[in-house]
């Protein structure tokens, strides 16, 4: 087994590559979309995983793991729009590779002391239910969203998102997904 740094790290490189990929193809045009917007393309891309694991069956080939890599980049969306705002469209590819790298920074630097006071514990955990905790903290951030960003006691947003990505990340370590090697 690897460690969990270098999983963690094949995994999101991946996911950046991609990203700069479509950045290359469609540019910067999801920067129109607002926060709301974007938590409900995570939304359907964790429902459709959640559809195919109750019902054992797909009917559209698109491999689960790829709805998990979307969840991670939509998640960094979602943290570069809280971070810029959604006022301008238009980021240089430079601009918007340090973007990404500094979200993911700090997110890998949360699942590391989580990891470190948890004790790995995600690895004896289902998919299914790093799943519904996605599905769970997507709700919450919804009805954070619809309560316009006030809470009384829980966290904003941003550790919704954070968290997401990582569940994300377990999910693509425990399942193989990717097969980055």
């Given amino acids: 087994m690897k460690p969990t740094e270098s999983e963690y790290q094949e995994i999101i ?7 700069t990929k479509k950045n290359k193809d ?3 045009s999801w920067r129109i979309l607002r926060i709301p917007s974007i938590t409900d393309q995570i939304f359907i891309k ?3 995983i959640r559809t195919i694991q109750e019902k054992g069956l797909q009917k559209v080939e698109d491999n689960i793991a790829f709805e998990f890599v979307g969840i991670i980049n939509y998640c960094v969306m979602a943290l570069i729009q809280i971070e810029l705002g959604n006022n301008q469209t238009e980021l240089a590819p430079d601009d918007l590779t340090n973007q ?5 920074k700090e997110v890998k630097e ?5 990891n470190h006071d948890y004790g790995e514990a995600w690895r004896n955990m289902r998919i299914s239910s790093m799943t519904d905790i996605i599905l769970m903290k997507l709700l919450r951030i919804k009805q954070i969203e619809d309560n316009q960003g006030v809470t009384l006691v829980s966290e904003g947003i941003k550790s ?3 968290d997401m990505i990582n569940y994300s990340v377990f999910c ?7 097969n980055t090697n």
Wanted: charged share 15%; glycine share 10%.
């Fill in 100 to 104: 990404y790298t500094e979200q993911v």
């Fill in 172 to 178: 693509l370590i425990k399942s193989n997904g990717l």
């Fill in 110 to 114: 949360l699942l590391f002391n989580k």
């Fill in 26 to 28: 469609y540019g910067t």
């Fill in 13 to 19: 490189q991946y996911c950046q590559d991609l990203f």
């Fill in 46 to 48: 964790a429902q459709r």
């Fill in 160 to 162: 919704g998102y954070q």
